[in-house]
């Protein structure tokens, strides 16, 4: 972990306003290292400027908050939205294609709403390497 903090990965404007507890429980800690360590801090290296962590762990009530799947990743420890410097649309086109082009290991990267930002997960047991675009 040398880019990303936990902390980072956890803040929530909307836990924030809400009141919502978003701690990430410790037996999930290893999925949130993992995905920084194998994804997140690479990408970083890569990109050569900083990247923002819109939404990474997701309590439960947070997913439910912000309308998430219930199956959603980000409950897992195992998901992180991302946008990069500036945060425009190119530039988070440019995280999506780098993730591919450096051959990052993935289980889902996904264009969200025209680049307005960028999820990625991964899940060790399932690197299906899903790229969508909703």
Known sequence: ??????????????????????????????????????????????????????????????????GGSKTSEHMKGMAADIVGTPNTKAENKKLFYLIQSLGLPFTQLIDEKGFSWVHVSYDPSNLKKQVLAL
């Open 1 to 66: 972990m040398k880019h990303f903090t936990i902390a980072e990965f956890i803040k929530s404007a909307t836990a924030d306003a809400k009141g919502i507890d978003n701690k990430l429980p410790k037996e999930l800690l290893p999925n949130a290292v993992a995905l920084i360590d194998k994804v997140l801090d690479p990408l970083r290296e890569a990109y050569g400027k900083p990247i923002t962590i819109s939404s990474g762990f997701r309590s439960e009530a947070l997913n439910k908050a912000v």
